[in-house]
T-cell receptor
Framework: SAVISQKPSRDICQRGTSLTIQCQVD?????MFWYRQQPGQSLTLIAT?????????ESGFVIDKFPISRPNLTFSTLTVSNMSPEDSSIYLC??????????FGPGTRLTVT | QKEVEQDPGPLSVPEGAIVSLNCTYS??????FMWYRQYSRKGPELLMY????GNKEDGRFTAQVDKSSKYISLFIRDSQPSDSATYLC???????????FGGGTRVLVKP
């Protein structure tokens, strides 16, 4: 299975600021996704990170709030912009391997004060 | 109504018992089914991945899919306290595509 790392693992940020989360994979992958897990909740897909083109966002998520970059097949970033306390969540990246199995990173725990 | 329903629990069992978890779904387009285990403050860990009706076994874990009933199950035999976690079912419409998750079931295995 792919080995996925995320930076930072956690952060406490002030409202109105932005945070960029990095996701690094140890092998080239075609599909990469970003999910959000709000406190006590399950996972909700934010967007599909497409290599070489704009990300595909799910209903309720917009590029201005969650800009995503995917410069190559092993790396992606998610930025949470103009943060409010409602953005306090765990943010997770996931990748799909050659067997179509989907693996998750350890997550970034964000608290907005 | 959510596309994937899962009882939130908590489900409390004694050590050594069989843990039985299930999810129901409403969209017949879902073809691939996964079970993840998530410990507190960790990312989800893939346990089982199935794509056909029937049973799939891996060690102490058995995944069961019934597409006609839109119902999937996960059984954990000989449960251990280390199995205490939240178990999430997930599914997608095409291999490698985005996942739709159930709400998760919290499991407590008591020594």
């Amino acid at each position: 299975s792919a080995v996925i790392s995320q930076k930072p693992s956690r952060d406490i940020c002030q409202r109105g600021t932005s945070l960029t989360i990095q996701c690094q994979v140890d092998s080239q992958v075609t599909m990469m996704f970003w999910y959000r897990q709000q406190p006590g909740q399950s996972l909700t897909l934010i967007a599909t990170a497409n290599q070489g083109s704009e990300a595909t966002y799910e209903s309720g998520f917009v590029i201005d709030k969650f800009p995503i970059s995917r410069p190559n097949l092993t790396f992606s970033t998610l930025t949470v912009s103009n943060m409010s306390p409602e953005d306090s969540s765990i943010y997770l990246c996931s990748v799909v391997d050659r067997a179509y199995e989907q693996y998750f990173g350890p997550g970034t725990r964000l608290t907005v004060t | 109504q959510k596309e994937v329903e899962q009882d939130p629990g908590p489900l409390s069992v004694p050590e050594g018992a069989i843990v039985s978890l299930n999810c129901t779904y409403s969209n017949s387009a879902f073809q691939y089914f996964m079970w993840y285990r998530q410990y507190s403050r960790k990312g989800p860990e893939l346990l089982m991945y199935t794509y056909s009706s029937g049973n799939k076994e891996d060690g102490r874990f058995t995944a069961q899919v019934d597409k006609s009933s839109k119902y999937i199950s996960l059984f954990i035999r000989d449960s251990q306290p280390s199995d205490s976690a939240t178990y999430l079912c997930a599914m997608n419409k095409a291999a490698g595509n985005k996942l739709t998750f159930g709400g998760g079931t919290r499991v407590l295995v008591k020594p």
